[in-house]
Protein backbone atom coordinates (compact mmCIF):
# COMPACT_ATOMS: atom_id res chain seq x y z
CA UNK A 1 0.00 0.00 0.00
CA UNK A 2 1.20 3.30 -1.00
CA UNK A 3 2.50 5.42 2.35
CA UNK A 4 1.00 8.70 2.68
CA UNK A 5 3.46 11.95 3.29
CA UNK A 6 2.69 14.13 5.70
CA UNK A 7 1.96 17.66 4.91
CA UNK A 8 3.36 20.58 6.74
CA UNK A 9 2.18 23.89 6.83
CA UNK A 10 3.86 26.96 9.03
CA UNK A 11 2.74 30.13 7.99
CA UNK A 12 3.83 33.57 9.02
CA UNK A 13 1.63 36.56 9.02
CA UNK A 14 3.53 39.16 6.53
CA UNK A 15 2.00 38.90 3.90
CA UNK A 16 0.39 41.74 1.98
CA UNK A 17 -3.16 42.36 1.68
CA UNK A 18 -4.82 42.49 -1.91
CA UNK A 19 -5.94 45.86 -3.56
CA UNK A 20 -9.01 44.78 -4.60
CA UNK A 21 -12.05 46.53 -2.06
CA UNK A 22 -13.89 43.92 -0.06
CA UNK A 23 -17.30 43.28 0.21
CA UNK A 24 -17.02 41.77 3.80
CA UNK A 25 -15.42 43.72 6.68
CA UNK A 26 -11.93 43.02 5.89
CA UNK A 27 -9.01 42.98 8.85
CA UNK A 28 -5.59 44.14 8.72
CA UNK A 29 -2.56 44.32 11.09
CA UNK A 30 -0.37 46.99 9.68
CA UNK A 31 2.86 48.40 11.50
CA UNK A 32 4.80 51.62 11.05
CA UNK A 33 8.13 52.79 12.16
CA UNK A 34 7.71 56.01 14.04
CA UNK A 35 10.20 58.95 15.00
CA UNK A 36 8.36 61.11 17.58
CA UNK A 37 9.95 63.97 19.15
CA UNK A 38 10.38 65.10 22.47
CA UNK A 39 6.48 66.68 22.66
CA UNK A 40 5.45 63.33 22.01
CA UNK A 41 4.50 64.46 18.01
CA UNK A 42 4.89 62.55 15.29
CA UNK A 43 7.81 63.78 13.20
CA UNK A 44 8.12 60.95 10.96
CA UNK A 45 6.77 57.47 10.00
CA UNK A 46 7.96 54.77 7.55
CA UNK A 47 5.43 51.92 6.66
CA UNK A 48 4.43 49.03 3.90
CA UNK A 49 4.31 51.25 0.84
CA UNK A 50 2.76 48.19 -1.10
CA UNK A 51 -0.34 48.63 1.18
CA UNK A 52 -3.20 49.77 -0.96
CA UNK A 53 -2.87 53.87 -1.30
CA UNK A 54 -6.89 53.71 -0.68
CA UNK A 55 -6.50 52.10 2.66
CA UNK A 56 -3.08 53.65 3.48
CA UNK A 57 -3.43 57.64 3.29
CA UNK A 58 -5.93 57.76 5.43
CA UNK A 59 -4.77 55.88 7.98
CA UNK A 60 -0.96 57.66 7.97
CA UNK A 61 -2.71 61.30 7.57
CA UNK A 62 -4.60 60.23 11.01
CA UNK A 63 -1.26 58.92 12.64
CA UNK A 64 0.51 61.94 11.89
CA UNK A 65 -2.66 63.90 13.84
CA UNK A 66 -2.08 61.29 16.91
CA UNK A 67 0.21 62.12 20.37
CA UNK A 68 2.43 59.95 22.35
CA UNK A 69 4.06 60.23 24.96
CA UNK A 70 7.42 59.75 24.42
CA UNK A 71 10.31 58.09 26.10
CA UNK A 72 12.33 59.17 29.12
CA UNK A 73 16.16 60.05 29.94
CA UNK A 74 16.75 61.22 33.51
CA UNK A 75 13.23 61.38 33.72
CA UNK A 76 13.19 63.82 31.01
CA UNK A 77 11.60 63.47 27.72
CA UNK A 78 13.54 62.43 24.78
CA UNK A 79 13.37 61.69 21.23
CA UNK A 80 11.71 58.33 20.45
CA UNK A 81 11.31 55.71 17.48
CA UNK A 82 8.96 53.09 17.66
CA UNK A 83 6.53 50.48 16.26
CA UNK A 84 3.14 51.41 16.13
CA UNK A 85 1.03 48.61 15.18
CA UNK A 86 -2.78 48.95 14.21
CA UNK A 87 -5.61 46.49 14.30
CA UNK A 88 -8.04 47.62 11.56
CA UNK A 89 -11.50 46.81 10.07
CA UNK A 90 -12.35 48.14 7.03
CA UNK A 91 -15.70 48.12 5.54
CA UNK A 92 -16.84 50.09 1.84
CA UNK A 93 -19.36 52.66 2.36
CA UNK A 94 -22.11 53.21 0.11
CA UNK A 95 -20.33 55.93 -2.03
CA UNK A 96 -17.45 52.99 -2.75
CA UNK A 97 -14.77 54.87 -0.13
CA UNK A 98 -13.34 52.61 2.75
CA UNK A 99 -14.60 53.08 6.18
CA UNK A 100 -11.69 52.16 8.86
CA UNK A 101 -12.67 51.26 12.41
CA UNK A 102 -9.56 50.97 14.95
CA UNK A 103 -9.47 47.92 16.40
CA UNK A 104 -6.45 48.12 18.61
CA UNK A 105 -3.38 50.55 18.95
CA UNK A 106 0.06 49.27 20.12
CA UNK A 107 3.89 50.47 20.13
CA UNK A 108 7.03 49.24 21.21
CA UNK A 109 9.58 46.38 20.11
CA UNK A 110 8.90 44.48 16.90
CA UNK A 111 9.89 41.07 15.07
CA UNK A 112 12.89 42.54 12.76
CA UNK A 113 11.02 40.87 9.27
CA UNK A 114 13.71 41.46 6.97
CA UNK A 115 14.62 38.20 5.43
CA UNK A 116 16.74 35.45 6.59
CA UNK A 117 15.65 37.15 10.29
CA UNK A 118 12.71 35.00 11.13
CA UNK A 119 13.34 31.23 9.77
CA UNK A 120 10.36 29.20 11.16
CA UNK A 121 10.74 26.29 13.78
CA UNK A 122 11.81 22.93 12.69
CA UNK A 123 8.66 20.34 12.65
CA UNK A 124 9.68 17.58 15.25
CA UNK A 125 8.92 13.95 14.76
CA UNK A 126 6.76 13.44 17.65
CA UNK A 127 3.79 16.03 15.90
CA UNK A 128 4.73 14.53 12.37
CA UNK A 129 3.64 11.52 13.75
CA UNK A 130 0.52 12.73 15.46
CA UNK A 131 -1.12 15.36 12.97
CA UNK A 132 -2.29 18.67 14.32
CA UNK A 133 -2.91 22.34 14.62
CA UNK A 134 -1.16 24.06 18.13
CA UNK A 135 -0.10 27.75 18.95
CA UNK A 136 3.10 27.86 20.91
CA UNK A 137 3.60 31.69 22.85
CA UNK A 138 6.99 32.53 23.64
CA UNK A 139 8.28 35.67 26.10
CA UNK A 140 11.30 36.74 24.45
CA UNK A 141 14.03 39.19 26.58
CA UNK A 142 16.05 41.21 23.65
CA UNK A 143 18.94 43.92 24.46
CA UNK A 144 19.58 47.26 23.39
CA UNK A 145 21.01 46.11 20.49
CA UNK A 146 17.68 43.99 19.28
CA UNK A 147 19.18 40.58 20.17
CA UNK A 148 17.75 37.94 22.05
CA UNK A 149 18.82 37.15 25.46
CA UNK A 150 16.32 34.70 26.91
CA UNK A 151 13.32 33.12 25.63
CA UNK A 152 10.63 31.40 27.97
CA UNK A 153 7.37 29.38 27.00
CA UNK A 154 3.65 30.38 28.29
CA UNK A 155 2.33 27.31 28.51
CA UNK A 156 -0.95 28.86 29.35
CA UNK A 157 -1.12 30.62 26.33
CA UNK A 158 -0.48 27.48 24.30
CA UNK A 159 -3.03 25.13 22.56
CA UNK A 160 -3.10 21.79 22.09
CA UNK A 161 0.67 22.28 22.33
CA UNK A 162 3.54 19.62 22.95
CA UNK A 163 7.06 20.13 25.08
CA UNK A 164 8.66 18.80 21.48
CA UNK A 165 6.92 22.08 19.91
CA UNK A 166 7.86 24.54 22.53
CA UNK A 167 11.83 23.57 22.37
CA UNK A 168 11.52 23.48 18.25
CA UNK A 169 10.07 27.79 18.62
CA UNK A 170 12.77 28.35 21.28
CA UNK A 171 15.62 27.14 19.37
CA UNK A 172 13.92 29.13 16.10
CA UNK A 173 13.04 32.17 17.65
CA UNK A 174 16.49 32.45 19.66
CA UNK A 175 17.90 32.97 16.18
CA UNK A 176 15.30 36.26 15.77
CA UNK A 177 16.16 40.16 16.08
CA UNK A 178 14.02 42.37 17.26
CA UNK A 179 14.04 46.00 16.07
CA UNK A 180 13.92 48.03 19.32
CA UNK A 181 12.87 51.43 20.48
CA UNK A 182 15.38 54.12 20.60
CA UNK A 183 15.05 56.98 23.04
CA UNK A 184 17.43 59.76 22.98
CA UNK A 185 19.47 57.56 19.70
CA UNK A 186 20.15 54.74 22.41
CA UNK A 187 18.10 51.08 21.60
CA UNK A 188 16.45 50.01 24.95
CA UNK A 189 15.97 46.97 26.04
CA UNK A 190 12.83 45.13 26.45
CA UNK A 191 10.36 41.78 26.07
CA UNK A 192 8.22 41.13 23.58
CA UNK A 193 4.92 38.05 23.31
CA UNK A 194 5.50 36.00 20.45
CA UNK A 195 2.92 33.42 19.12
CA UNK A 196 3.84 30.73 16.98
CA UNK A 197 1.01 28.39 14.95
CA UNK A 198 1.74 24.93 13.56
CA UNK A 199 -0.53 23.08 11.25
CA UNK A 200 0.68 19.30 10.17
CA UNK A 201 -1.59 16.78 8.07
CA UNK A 202 -1.65 13.42 6.59
CA UNK A 203 -3.54 14.85 3.80
CA UNK A 204 -3.61 18.00 1.32
CA UNK A 205 -6.29 19.66 3.48
CA UNK A 206 -5.78 21.60 6.25
CA UNK A 207 -8.16 21.85 9.05
CA UNK A 208 -9.87 25.42 10.19
CA UNK A 209 -7.50 26.36 12.78
CA UNK A 210 -7.55 30.45 13.38
CA UNK A 211 -3.99 30.98 15.22
CA UNK A 212 -4.73 34.74 15.99
CA UNK A 213 -3.84 35.68 19.75
CA UNK A 214 -5.01 37.77 21.71
CA UNK A 215 -2.99 38.97 24.92
CA UNK A 216 -4.90 38.58 28.25
CA UNK A 217 -6.45 41.95 29.18
CA UNK A 218 -5.24 43.83 25.82
CA UNK A 219 -7.53 44.00 22.30
CA UNK A 220 -4.61 42.88 20.80
CA UNK A 221 -4.96 40.79 17.72
CA UNK A 222 -1.45 39.21 17.36
CA UNK A 223 -1.16 37.07 14.26
CA UNK A 224 1.17 34.22 13.57
CA UNK A 225 4.82 35.16 14.04
CA UNK A 226 3.82 38.66 15.11
CA UNK A 227 4.87 40.14 18.53
CA UNK A 228 2.82 42.01 21.61
CA UNK A 229 5.54 44.71 23.48
CA UNK A 230 6.07 44.55 27.03
CA UNK A 231 6.33 47.82 28.80
CA UNK A 232 6.81 49.50 25.82
CA UNK A 233 9.28 53.07 26.54
CA UNK A 234 6.47 55.19 24.38
CA UNK A 235 2.38 55.29 24.95
CA UNK A 236 -0.21 56.31 22.39
CA UNK A 237 -2.01 59.54 24.02
CA UNK A 238 -4.59 59.77 21.58
CA UNK A 239 -8.05 58.51 22.51
CA UNK A 240 -8.40 55.95 19.19
CA UNK A 241 -8.93 52.03 20.04
CA UNK A 242 -12.91 51.49 19.23
CA UNK A 243 -13.27 54.46 17.11
CA UNK A 244 -13.61 55.15 13.51
CA UNK A 245 -11.10 56.96 11.42
Not at 29 to 46: P, Q, Y
Request: hydrophobic residues 40%; contains cysteine; neutral net charge.
Amino acid sequence: MRRSIPVVLFACAFEVAAAAKPEAPLHLTRSWRLSLDAAGRVADLRGDEQLDPAIRTPLEHAIRGWTFEPGRIGGEAAPTETTLTLDVTFTVADDGNYAAHIDDARVGGTIDVKPGKTVPPRIPRDALRVGLVARVVVKADYDADGRIVAIEPQADQGLNSLPSLERATVNAVKHWGVVPERVGGHGVASSIMIPICFTVTQGLRAPDFDCTWTPPGSRARIDNGGAFALAPAAKLRSDVIGHAL
